[in-house]
């Protein structure tokens, strides 16, 4: 039995416009992806405590925004019963190892620095995919 492979929701997590539209096509290319994008850590929490919206299969955040950072949000987000096993790929212009090393504390999944390598990203989405995303569309239903 063949099946097509489902939509990934994607939530972006990305105050810059010209970030957000490159995330966008990158994941579009590697499949059907339904992304939506808020521009804070605020907005991203409204998003994901409103029943009406899906839980996103995966979360690209930026660390550096306004209102709430990422950070936070990560920190809110892996404390969460129902959002904690989100992934989450970090995506920030810092380097610091101070940021890196708190990422990961926190449970990040990856963690990559602009300007976006394209392929970092794609390898950090690929093996989130190959380990969360197919795993998931697989189990058997209940």
Do not use: C, W
């Not at 899906?54 to 019963?81: A, C, Q």
């Amino acid at each position: 039995m063949i099946t097509t492979p489902r939509a990934y929701d994607v939530l972006l997590v990305e105050d810059d416009a010209a970030d957000a539209m490159l995330i966008q096509d990158t994941l579009a290319e590697r499949g059907t992806r339904n992304l939506t994008q808020v521009e804070d850590g605020v907005a991203a929490l409204e998003y994901l405590r409103d029943p009406a919206n899906p839980k996103p299969d995966l979360i690209v955040l930026d660390l550096n925004m306004p209102r709430m950072n990422g950070r936070e949000l990560l920190s809110i987000l892996k404390d969460d019963p129902d959002l904690r096993a989100v992934p989450v790929v970090i995506l920030t212009t810092s380097s610091a190892p101070d940021d890196v090393t708190d990422a990961y504390q926190k449970h990040a999944n990856a963690y990559v620095t602009k300007p976006v390598n394209l392929e970092d990203f794609e390898a950090a989405v690929q093996s989130i995919d190959a380990f969360y995303l197919d795993t998931v569309t697989k189990l058997p239903k209940a």
